[in-house]
Structure formats: structure tokens, C-alpha cells
């Protein structure tokens, strides 16, 4: 099993960066893809970002010029650096782990951004 565990979020304005991590713990040398998702009230839960174990990274239209995802391998983390940030960001962020057979899950962070 693999046990995530998200943190950083918050509330902030229009404009202002915030960044979340998981930190992954348990088998984590079955995970390969690492990804954030997200879901606001009342919609389904959405992708928003991914990085492979080479460091590759792939970013939701709705995000990409203004999110970073990175992973810190040493210290088994994954973080997502979310600048600019827009009342529609606002949503519940999930990590996400993926191994060959299965998927894993945080608990998942509140990011709400409001003036």
C-alpha cells in the first residue's frame, strides 16, 4: 500500500501562489506516475497535472503557464506550485499515485481563492 498525505492549502486572493505537497509514504517503489487533481463543489473531479518517474510533466489546459509540478524523490514528495491563482481554482486538491495494478489517494487539501 502506499499512504499520500497533502498539505498547503488555503485560503488566499486573486492573483496571489500557493503550494501544495504529498508526501508519499509505504510502497512507493511501485509508483510511477504521480498527479494532482482537483474538485470543486458541485463538479466532478478533474486532472490537473502529472509527472511521470523520469520527471516528465503534463499540465491541464486550465493551468499550464502558471502550475509547476516537481517531486523530490529523496524525500518522497511531490509538489505543485500554483501561481496566479483565479476564484475558479478554487476546489479540493488530491494527490494521486499510480503503480502498475493500482491507484492510490490522499485525503486532499481546500484551496480556495476569494477576494
Known amino acids: 500500500q502506499v499512504r499520500l498525505v497533502e498539505s498547503g492549502g488555503g485560503l488566499v486572493q486573486p492573483g496571489a501562489s500557493l503550494r501544495l505537497s504529498c508526501q508519499a509514504s509505504g510502497r512507493i517503489d511501485i509508483i510511477n506516475t504521480v498527479g494532482w487533481y482537483r474538485q470543486a463543489p458541485g463538479k466532478e473531479r478533474e486532472w490537473v497535472a502529472r509527472?511521470?518517474?523520469?520527471?516528465?510533466?503534463n499540465y491541464a489546459d486550465s493551468v499550464k503557464g502558471r502550475f509547476t509540478i516537481s517531486r523530490d524523490n529523496g524525500k518522497n514528495t511531490v509538489s505543485l506550485q500554483m501561481n496566479s491563482l483565479k476564484p475558479e481554482d478554487t476546489a479540493v486538491y488530491y494527490c494521486n499515485a499510480r503503480g502498475p495494478l493500482d491507484d492510490f489517494w490522499g485525503q486532499g487539501t481546500q484551496v480556495t481563492v476569494s477576494s
Open positions: 509527472i511521470g518517474d523520469t520527471g516528465s510533466a
